[in-house]
Protein backbone atom coordinates (compact mmCIF):
# COMPACT_ATOMS: atom_id res chain seq x y z
CA UNK A 1 0.00 0.00 0.00
CA UNK A 2 1.37 3.27 -1.09
CA UNK A 3 1.50 5.86 1.95
CA UNK A 4 3.24 9.53 2.28
CA UNK A 5 7.03 9.11 3.53
CA UNK A 6 8.56 12.27 5.69
CA UNK A 7 12.29 12.50 5.05
CA UNK A 8 14.74 14.59 7.27
CA UNK A 9 18.43 15.15 5.76
CA UNK A 10 20.98 17.02 7.87
CA UNK A 11 23.92 19.18 6.76
CA UNK A 12 26.64 18.06 9.45
CA UNK A 13 30.09 20.15 8.33
CA UNK A 14 30.77 22.47 11.84
CA UNK A 15 33.05 24.97 10.97
CA UNK A 16 34.08 23.68 7.17
CA UNK A 17 31.13 24.90 5.89
CA UNK A 18 31.29 28.43 7.02
CA UNK A 19 35.11 29.38 6.02
CA UNK A 20 34.81 31.61 3.65
CA UNK A 21 32.05 33.34 5.34
CA UNK A 22 32.47 36.95 7.04
CA UNK A 23 31.34 36.59 10.32
CA UNK A 24 32.58 33.07 11.17
CA UNK A 25 34.18 34.89 14.58
CA UNK A 26 30.66 36.02 15.62
CA UNK A 27 29.21 32.59 14.31
CA UNK A 28 31.24 30.23 16.51
CA UNK A 29 28.74 29.79 18.91
CA UNK A 30 26.01 28.00 16.88
CA UNK A 31 29.05 25.54 15.83
CA UNK A 32 30.55 24.64 19.67
CA UNK A 33 26.60 24.66 20.36
CA UNK A 34 26.01 21.68 17.81
CA UNK A 35 27.82 19.24 20.46
CA UNK A 36 24.65 19.74 22.43
CA UNK A 37 22.26 19.87 19.53
CA UNK A 38 22.93 16.61 17.87
CA UNK A 39 22.08 14.41 21.70
CA UNK A 40 19.38 16.16 21.86
CA UNK A 41 18.39 15.80 18.09
CA UNK A 42 18.96 11.81 18.44
CA UNK A 43 16.66 11.94 21.37
CA UNK A 44 13.76 13.81 20.23
CA UNK A 45 13.93 11.97 17.15
CA UNK A 46 13.35 8.82 18.89
CA UNK A 47 10.83 9.51 20.73
CA UNK A 48 8.47 10.34 18.22
CA UNK A 49 9.67 7.81 15.31
CA UNK A 50 11.74 9.23 13.08
CA UNK A 51 14.61 8.16 10.99
CA UNK A 52 17.00 10.54 9.87
CA UNK A 53 19.72 11.06 7.81
CA UNK A 54 22.57 12.57 8.84
CA UNK A 55 25.26 13.85 5.73
CA UNK A 56 28.74 14.24 7.37
CA UNK A 57 31.77 15.77 6.10
CA UNK A 58 34.37 13.16 5.76
CA UNK A 59 36.82 15.83 7.66
CA UNK A 60 34.74 15.42 10.91
CA UNK A 61 35.57 11.74 11.54
CA UNK A 62 39.33 12.73 12.48
CA UNK A 63 40.41 12.06 15.76
CA UNK A 64 43.83 14.25 14.83
CA UNK A 65 44.82 16.64 12.73
CA UNK A 66 47.72 14.77 11.34
CA UNK A 67 45.83 11.54 10.45
CA UNK A 68 43.69 14.29 8.37
CA UNK A 69 46.01 15.74 6.59
CA UNK A 70 47.81 12.13 5.53
CA UNK A 71 44.42 11.58 4.41
CA UNK A 72 44.13 14.22 1.94
CA UNK A 73 43.19 13.49 -1.86
CA UNK A 74 46.13 13.31 -4.07
CA UNK A 75 43.93 15.23 -6.42
CA UNK A 76 42.48 18.38 -4.45
CA UNK A 77 39.99 21.11 -6.06
CA UNK A 78 41.42 24.21 -7.33
CA UNK A 79 38.97 26.41 -7.19
CA UNK A 80 39.54 30.41 -8.97
CA UNK A 81 38.33 31.66 -5.16
CA UNK A 82 40.98 30.29 -3.28
CA UNK A 83 39.03 31.17 0.12
CA UNK A 84 36.62 28.24 -0.71
CA UNK A 85 39.54 25.71 -0.24
CA UNK A 86 40.34 24.04 3.02
CA UNK A 87 43.67 22.67 1.56
CA UNK A 88 45.35 26.30 0.71
CA UNK A 89 46.41 27.69 4.64
CA UNK A 90 43.17 26.77 6.20
CA UNK A 91 43.92 23.19 7.19
CA UNK A 92 47.09 24.58 8.78
CA UNK A 93 45.50 26.78 11.14
CA UNK A 94 42.83 24.54 12.92
CA UNK A 95 43.78 22.55 16.14
CA UNK A 96 45.63 19.35 17.02
CA UNK A 97 43.41 17.06 17.44
CA UNK A 98 38.99 17.07 18.99
CA UNK A 99 39.84 18.03 22.16
CA UNK A 100 41.63 21.38 21.64
CA UNK A 101 39.31 22.29 18.45
CA UNK A 102 35.51 21.12 18.48
CA UNK A 103 34.98 23.28 15.43
CA UNK A 104 36.92 20.74 12.83
CA UNK A 105 36.45 17.28 14.34
CA UNK A 106 33.86 15.70 15.85
CA UNK A 107 34.28 11.72 16.02
CA UNK A 108 32.33 11.79 19.15
CA UNK A 109 28.92 12.68 17.99
CA UNK A 110 29.76 10.24 14.72
CA UNK A 111 30.21 7.59 17.56
CA UNK A 112 26.99 9.10 19.25
CA UNK A 113 24.66 8.93 16.42
CA UNK A 114 26.20 5.37 15.34
CA UNK A 115 24.52 4.80 18.78
CA UNK A 116 21.06 5.76 17.31
CA UNK A 117 20.90 2.77 14.67
CA UNK A 118 17.49 3.24 13.26
CA UNK A 119 19.29 6.84 12.28
CA UNK A 120 21.59 6.90 8.87
CA UNK A 121 25.06 8.22 8.25
CA UNK A 122 25.78 10.11 4.78
CA UNK A 123 28.04 11.81 3.24
CA UNK A 124 28.18 15.94 2.34
CA UNK A 125 31.68 15.35 0.64
CA UNK A 126 35.11 14.32 2.24
CA UNK A 127 35.92 18.58 2.29
CA UNK A 128 32.75 20.01 1.74
CA UNK A 129 33.21 20.10 -1.94
CA UNK A 130 31.37 22.93 -4.07
CA UNK A 131 30.74 21.10 -7.60
CA UNK A 132 29.59 24.14 -9.45
CA UNK A 133 32.40 26.62 -8.54
CA UNK A 134 34.80 27.70 -11.44
CA UNK A 135 38.03 25.69 -10.78
CA UNK A 136 37.48 22.45 -9.83
CA UNK A 137 37.18 19.57 -12.02
CA UNK A 138 35.51 15.82 -11.81
CA UNK A 139 38.68 14.37 -11.83
CA UNK A 140 38.83 16.06 -8.01
CA UNK A 141 35.33 15.31 -6.87
CA UNK A 142 36.09 11.96 -7.43
CA UNK A 143 39.07 11.67 -5.31
CA UNK A 144 37.17 13.67 -2.66
CA UNK A 145 34.40 11.04 -2.67
CA UNK A 146 36.35 8.63 -2.66
CA UNK A 147 38.42 9.71 0.15
CA UNK A 148 34.88 10.39 1.83
CA UNK A 149 34.27 6.64 1.40
CA UNK A 150 37.29 5.20 3.40
CA UNK A 151 37.56 7.33 5.98
CA UNK A 152 33.36 5.92 6.41
CA UNK A 153 34.48 2.27 6.32
CA UNK A 154 36.65 3.10 8.97
CA UNK A 155 33.60 3.85 11.16
CA UNK A 156 32.23 0.25 9.66
CA UNK A 157 29.40 3.08 7.71
CA UNK A 158 29.09 2.24 4.15
CA UNK A 159 27.98 5.79 2.31
CA UNK A 160 25.01 5.39 0.07
CA UNK A 161 22.98 8.59 0.53
CA UNK A 162 24.94 11.91 -0.61
CA UNK A 163 24.09 15.76 0.36
CA UNK A 164 25.90 17.99 -1.86
CA UNK A 165 27.29 21.35 -0.19
CA UNK A 166 25.18 24.80 -0.70
CA UNK A 167 23.47 22.33 -3.10
CA UNK A 168 25.48 21.89 -6.25
CA UNK A 169 25.64 19.42 -8.12
CA UNK A 170 25.23 18.16 -11.98
CA UNK A 171 24.89 15.09 -14.07
CA UNK A 172 28.47 14.14 -14.62
CA UNK A 173 28.97 14.27 -10.99
CA UNK A 174 26.02 12.01 -10.06
CA UNK A 175 27.30 9.73 -12.65
CA UNK A 176 30.65 9.38 -10.34
CA UNK A 177 28.22 9.40 -7.30
CA UNK A 178 26.31 6.06 -8.58
CA UNK A 179 30.22 4.43 -9.05
CA UNK A 180 31.02 5.04 -5.56
CA UNK A 181 28.17 2.98 -4.03
CA UNK A 182 25.80 6.18 -3.53
CA UNK A 183 22.03 5.47 -4.11
CA UNK A 184 20.58 8.63 -3.31
CA UNK A 185 21.12 12.53 -3.18
CA UNK A 186 18.82 15.42 -1.94
CA UNK A 187 17.99 17.36 -5.28
CA UNK A 188 16.70 20.77 -4.89
CA UNK A 189 13.30 22.02 -5.17
CA UNK A 190 11.75 22.10 -8.81
CA UNK A 191 11.00 25.74 -8.44
CA UNK A 192 13.44 28.17 -10.61
CA UNK A 193 14.03 30.14 -7.36
CA UNK A 194 16.07 26.85 -5.96
CA UNK A 195 18.10 25.60 -8.94
CA UNK A 196 21.41 24.61 -8.65
CA UNK A 197 24.14 27.34 -8.98
CA UNK A 198 27.24 28.47 -8.09
CA UNK A 199 28.15 32.00 -5.77
CA UNK A 200 28.53 33.63 -7.85
CA UNK A 201 25.09 33.64 -10.39
CA UNK A 202 23.28 34.16 -6.78
CA UNK A 203 21.49 37.08 -6.38
CA UNK A 204 19.52 39.00 -4.03
CA UNK A 205 16.10 38.90 -5.93
CA UNK A 206 16.36 35.18 -5.90
CA UNK A 207 17.65 34.47 -2.06
CA UNK A 208 14.83 37.04 -1.03
CA UNK A 209 11.78 34.84 -3.04
CA UNK A 210 13.65 31.86 -0.87
CA UNK A 211 13.11 33.83 2.20
CA UNK A 212 9.40 34.70 1.37
CA UNK A 213 8.88 30.93 0.51
CA UNK A 214 9.81 30.12 4.17
CA UNK A 215 6.74 32.14 5.27
CA UNK A 216 3.78 31.93 2.26
CA UNK A 217 3.00 29.36 -0.21
CA UNK A 218 5.24 30.62 -3.36
CA UNK A 219 7.01 27.88 -4.80
CA UNK A 220 3.81 25.14 -3.96
CA UNK A 221 4.34 22.34 -1.41
CA UNK A 222 7.22 20.83 -3.10
CA UNK A 223 6.29 17.13 -2.40
CA UNK A 224 6.61 13.75 -4.73
CA UNK A 225 5.24 11.09 -5.88
CA UNK A 226 7.27 7.57 -5.77
CA UNK A 227 7.12 7.96 -9.64
CA UNK A 228 8.39 11.43 -9.65
CA UNK A 229 11.20 9.38 -7.44
CA UNK A 230 11.95 6.67 -10.22
CA UNK A 231 14.66 7.27 -13.21
CA UNK A 232 18.35 7.49 -12.33
CA UNK A 233 20.75 6.02 -10.28
CA UNK A 234 21.65 7.71 -8.04
CA UNK A 235 17.60 8.43 -6.87
CA UNK A 236 16.77 11.98 -6.66
CA UNK A 237 14.78 12.55 -3.32
CA UNK A 238 14.45 16.36 -3.75
CA UNK A 239 14.21 19.24 -0.90
CA UNK A 240 10.95 20.39 0.12
CA UNK A 241 11.59 22.66 2.47
CA UNK A 242 14.34 24.08 5.04
CA UNK A 243 14.13 24.37 8.31
CA UNK A 244 15.13 27.96 9.01
CA UNK A 245 16.27 28.94 12.73
CA UNK A 246 14.56 31.09 14.90
CA UNK A 247 14.86 34.37 14.60
CA UNK A 248 14.34 37.26 17.17
CA UNK A 249 13.85 40.31 13.94
CA UNK A 250 10.94 38.45 12.67
CA UNK A 251 9.80 35.97 15.62
CA UNK A 252 6.25 37.69 14.54
CA UNK A 253 6.45 35.76 11.53
CA UNK A 254 6.96 32.00 13.54
CA UNK A 255 3.14 30.78 13.21
CA UNK A 256 3.52 31.49 9.23
CA UNK A 257 6.54 29.86 9.44
CA UNK A 258 5.31 26.50 10.95
CA UNK A 259 2.14 26.57 9.11
CA UNK A 260 4.07 26.39 6.04
CA UNK A 261 6.00 23.20 7.18
CA UNK A 262 2.55 21.63 8.14
CA UNK A 263 0.78 22.53 5.65
CA UNK A 264 3.09 20.46 3.18
CA UNK A 265 3.23 17.55 5.56
CA UNK A 266 -0.05 16.59 5.95
CA UNK A 267 -0.08 17.58 1.98
CA UNK A 268 2.30 14.79 1.27
CA UNK A 269 0.48 12.80 3.69
CA UNK A 270 -3.17 13.34 2.75
CA UNK A 271 -1.90 12.59 -1.15
CA UNK A 272 0.95 9.65 -0.55
CA UNK A 273 3.80 11.90 -1.69
CA UNK A 274 7.40 12.61 -0.29
CA UNK A 275 8.04 15.63 2.39
CA UNK A 276 11.46 16.77 2.55
CA UNK A 277 12.38 18.56 5.55
CA UNK A 278 16.54 19.65 5.88
CA UNK A 279 18.95 21.99 8.28
CA UNK A 280 21.99 22.08 9.71
CA UNK A 281 22.46 20.97 13.25
CA UNK A 282 24.07 24.30 13.45
CA UNK A 283 21.03 26.40 12.49
CA UNK A 284 19.98 24.98 15.90
CA UNK A 285 23.16 26.41 18.12
CA UNK A 286 21.69 29.45 19.41
CA UNK A 287 18.41 29.48 20.75
CA UNK A 288 18.29 26.32 21.06
CA UNK A 289 15.06 25.81 23.47
CA UNK A 290 13.01 27.98 20.85
CA UNK A 291 14.11 26.04 17.67
CA UNK A 292 13.52 22.98 19.92
CA UNK A 293 10.15 23.70 20.98
CA UNK A 294 9.27 24.89 17.18
CA UNK A 295 10.50 21.10 16.09
CA UNK A 296 8.50 19.16 18.76
CA UNK A 297 5.67 20.78 17.21
CA UNK A 298 6.45 19.35 13.50
CA UNK A 299 7.25 16.43 15.30
CA UNK A 300 4.06 16.18 17.13
CA UNK A 301 2.01 16.75 13.35
CA UNK A 302 4.29 14.12 12.38
CA UNK A 303 2.54 11.83 14.79
CA UNK A 304 -0.80 12.97 13.92
CA UNK A 305 -0.44 12.40 10.51
CA UNK A 306 1.09 9.33 11.37
CA UNK A 307 -2.18 7.83 13.05
CA UNK A 308 -4.72 9.45 10.58
CA UNK A 309 -2.92 8.59 6.97
CA UNK A 310 -0.16 5.98 8.12
CA UNK A 311 2.18 8.70 6.97
CA UNK A 312 5.98 7.10 7.63
CA UNK A 313 9.58 8.42 8.57
CA UNK A 314 12.37 7.35 6.09
CA UNK A 315 15.83 7.65 6.03
CA UNK A 316 17.32 8.86 2.50
CA UNK A 317 19.06 5.17 1.95
CA UNK A 318 15.47 3.41 2.62
CA UNK A 319 13.43 5.35 0.58
CA UNK A 320 15.75 5.00 -2.38
CA UNK A 321 15.96 1.15 -1.62
CA UNK A 322 11.68 1.60 -1.56
CA UNK A 323 11.76 3.31 -4.54
CA UNK A 324 14.18 0.71 -6.62
CA UNK A 325 12.69 -2.00 -5.54
CA UNK A 326 8.73 -0.82 -6.97
CA UNK A 327 7.87 -2.45 -9.63
Not at 68 to 96: C, F, K, M, R, V
Not at 178 to 183: F, P, T
Not at 184 to 213: H, P, V
Request: charged share 20%; net charge neutral; proline share 4%.
Amino acid sequence: MTTGKFVISLDFELMWGMRDIENTATYGQNILGVHRVIPKLLSVFRQYGIKATFSTVGFLFFEKKEDLIASIPSLTPTYHDQNLSPYLGYIDEIGQNYSSDQFHFAPDLIREIQKYPEQEIGTHTFSHYYCLESGQTPEAFNEDLKSAVNIAKLYNVNLTSLVFPRNQFNDKYLELCAEHGILCYRGNERSWIYKATNRENQNLFRRGMRLLDAYFNISGHNCYSDQDLKGKLPVDIPSSRFLRPFSKKIQFLEGLRLRRIKTGMTHAAKNNLTYHLWWHPHNFGLDQDKNFKFLEEIMKHYQYLHSEYDFQSYTMTALAKLILNEK
